[in-house]
């Protein structure tokens, strides 16, 4: 349940034309406390409860557990929210044995395009697609909790 993963910023939609699906989701947090979040995600008929532990110093790895629930409890949920909901759509995208997922963000962090990889191990080598930018891993201002609650039109 440990999850390990590097985020990027994205510089062109070229990842559009390479994504193999589309997501749109919405989530809320119902606590954004950095050492242990807990999220709500809705995306077109599933739901999810997610909680995160603290990350490494990297930035790389925490442990995240995460359990489908039903839409209606979702939206239920959803209303207890903190302030700040995420609404975004997840591209996912194949390239050599990995998948990119990024999430093009819309409302109030509207303009903000992150590309997340998942790794088994924090050396772990992937390719890296040209549409790629500069790598934000451990930039806590990137994570979708700290966005609910400084989005990026504030910047």
């Known amino acids: 349940m440990i999850e390990i993963e590097r985020k990027f910023l994205v510089k062109s939609h070229a990842f559009k034309d390479e ?5 749109k ?25 997610t909680v995160k532990g603290l990350s490494d ?5 925490r442990f995240e557990w995460e359990k489908e629930i039903s839409k209606t409890d979702t939206e239920a949920l959803l209303k207890l929210c903190e302030k700040g909901m995420i609404e975004k759509t997840r591209y996912l995208i194949k390239s050599g044995n990995h998948t990119f997922e990024v999430d ?27 549409w790629l930018g500069e790598e934000v891993t451990g930039n806590i201002k990137y994570y979708n909790s700290q966005l609910s609650n400084h989005p990026y039109k504030t910047w």
């Open 57 to 61: 110093d990297a930035g790389l790895s």
């Open 104 to 130: 093009e963000f819309y409302g109030d962090n509207e303009g903000l395009v992150v590309a997340e990889i998942e790794l088994n191990h924090p050396t772990e080598l992937f390719s890296k697609p040209t």
């Open 19 to 23: 994504a193999f699906k589309q997501i």
């Open 25 to 49: 989701i919405i989530q809320g947090f119902l606590n954004s406390n950095k050492e242990r979040t807990v999220r709500i995600r809705l995306t077109d008929s599933l739901g999810f409860l």
